[in-house]
């Protein structure tokens, strides 16, 4: 490890949908956030580890996005993202070039206008817009907040994110990694797998839907002896006899291409065959029971 070596925390805050997990993806080289184009995919703060070698160590926590909480989920939802910003050395604003200075931006902007630490604005999707809307965009963010820095990226091919990861390391304290270079989430291989079924989920179904659905995993052992397949039993919770009826399909069938899609998914994750034995349960009004929430590990608790 090299003298000058930084190590630090830094968070990702923005509205629903703004590319934050795809972001994280992308610098850390494989999924551990979820992506979706549905809004509030990220619920829990997500922790994962970027190492440079003799460089640097950057733990990024990924937040779920900052909007108008209808339900007790969403309250925890904001709690987290809200908790996580009083934690850290820098914070990351990702924003669209697309987008006008709403309501929500402006809500944002309040709330980082009170931390102590620097915040960089990123400009995301920039494959997506031209030169002069780059330019409105940073012009328009920049009346609500004194940025530290400004940076333009595309989290979906990469442009500019080694910019990006240069420029954080600018603003990181000297000191000694948090974790091992081989880190690289402190998720579980549990959580990861409930995560990756709720995207496939995501995917599939009606809009009215998934905001309303959790997974448990009931059941997750590894291979043994010469079988060499992991045994997977998952649960998909949804809050209505109506929408049990459109998670399982026809005959079926949209149970199992979500299983299918999952399974593909999952296999990769583990590098490994899985056997995934997918069910679904209701429980009315889950996201505004409290004590469901922290059967399923929404606790206000770890924030």
Same mark, same amino acid.
């Given at each position: 490890m090299s003298e000058n070596f930084k190590s630090g925390?830094?968070?990702?805050?923005?509205?629903?949908?703004?590319?934050?997990?795809?972001?994280?993806?992308?610098?850390?080289g494989q999924k551990i956030a979820i992506t979706s184009n549905k809004p509030? /995919?990220?619920? %829990?703060?997500? *922790?994962? +580890?970027? /190492?440079?070698? %003799?460089?640097? *160590?950057? +733990?990024?926590?990924?937040?779920?996005?900052?909007?108008?909480?209808?339900?007790?989920?969403?309250?925890?939802?904001?709690?987290?993202?809200?908790?996580?910003?009083?934690?850290?050395?820098?914070v990351l604003w990702l924003v669209e070039p697309d987008t006008k200075v709403g309501a929500g931006d402006k809500k944002i902007a309040e709330l980082l206008n009170t931390v102590d630490v620097p915040v960089m604005l990123i400009i995301n999707k920039i494959d997506m817009a031209d030169g002069a809307k780059v330019g409105e965009t940073i012009s328009a963010f920049s009346s609500l907040?004194?940025?530290?820095?400004?940076?333009?990226?595309?989290a979906l091919h990469g442009q500019g994110c080694d910019d990006l990861l240069d420029t954080i390391f600018k603003y990181l304290p000297e000191g000694p990694a948090f974790y091992d270079e081989e880190t690289v989430t402190n998720q579980t291989l549990r959580e990861i797998t409930a995560e990756i079924i709720r995207e496939k989920s995501l995917h599939a179904l009606n809009d009215e839907v998934p905001?309303?659905?959790?997974?448990?995993?009931?059941?997750?052992?590894?291979?043994?002896?010469?079988?060499?397949?992991w045994e997977i039993e998952a649960t998909i919770i949804c809050e209505k006899d109506s929408h049990k009826g459109i998670i399982i399909g026809k005959g079926g069938s949209m149970i199992k291409k979500i299983g299918t899609n999952s399974r593909y998914e999952?296999?990769?994750?583990?590098?490994a065959q899985v056997n995934l034995k997918l069910f679904v349960k209701v429980k009315k009004d889950w996201r505004d029971n409290e004590y469901q929430l922290k059967n399923l590990g929404y606790k206000k608790e770890d924030y």
């Amino acid at each position: 490890m090299s003298e000058n070596f930084k190590s630090g925390f830094v968070t990702i805050v923005g509205r629903p949908n703004v590319g934050k997990s795809t972001l994280m993806n992308h610098i850390i080289g494989q999924k551990i956030a979820i992506t979706s184009n549905k809004p509030q /995919t990220t619920r %829990n703060r997500i *922790q994962t +580890v970027y /190492t440079e070698e %003799n460089k640097g *160590q950057i +733990v990024f926590l990924d937040t779920p996005g900052m909007h108008q909480a209808k339900n007790k989920l969403g309250e925890y939802m904001m709690y987290a993202a809200k908790s996580t910003i009083n934690e850290v050395d820098l914070v990351l604003w990702l924003v669209e070039p697309d987008t006008k200075v709403g309501a929500g931006d402006k809500k944002i902007a309040e709330l980082l206008n009170t931390v102590d630490v620097p915040v960089m604005l990123i400009i995301n999707k920039i494959d997506m817009a031209d030169g002069a809307k780059v330019g409105e965009t940073i012009s328009a963010f920049s009346s609500l907040c004194d940025f530290a820095e400004v940076v333009p990226v595309s989290a979906l091919h990469g442009q500019g994110c080694d910019d990006l990861l240069d420029t954080i390391f600018k603003y990181l304290p000297e000191g000694p990694a948090f974790y091992d270079e081989e880190t690289v989430t402190n998720q579980t291989l549990r959580e990861i797998t409930a995560e990756i079924i709720r995207e496939k989920s995501l995917h599939a179904l009606n809009d009215e839907v998934p905001h309303g659905i959790a997974i448990e995993i009931d059941a997750m052992k590894e291979p043994s002896g010469k079988k060499k397949i992991w045994e997977i039993e998952a649960t998909i919770i949804c809050e209505k006899d109506s929408h049990k009826g459109i998670i399982i399909g026809k005959g079926g069938s949209m149970i199992k291409k979500i299983g299918t899609n999952s399974r593909y998914e999952i296999e990769k994750l583990l590098d490994a065959q899985v056997n995934l034995k997918l069910f679904v349960k209701v429980k009315k009004d889950w996201r505004d029971n409290e004590y469901q929430l922290k059967n399923l590990g929404y606790k206000k608790e770890d924030y």
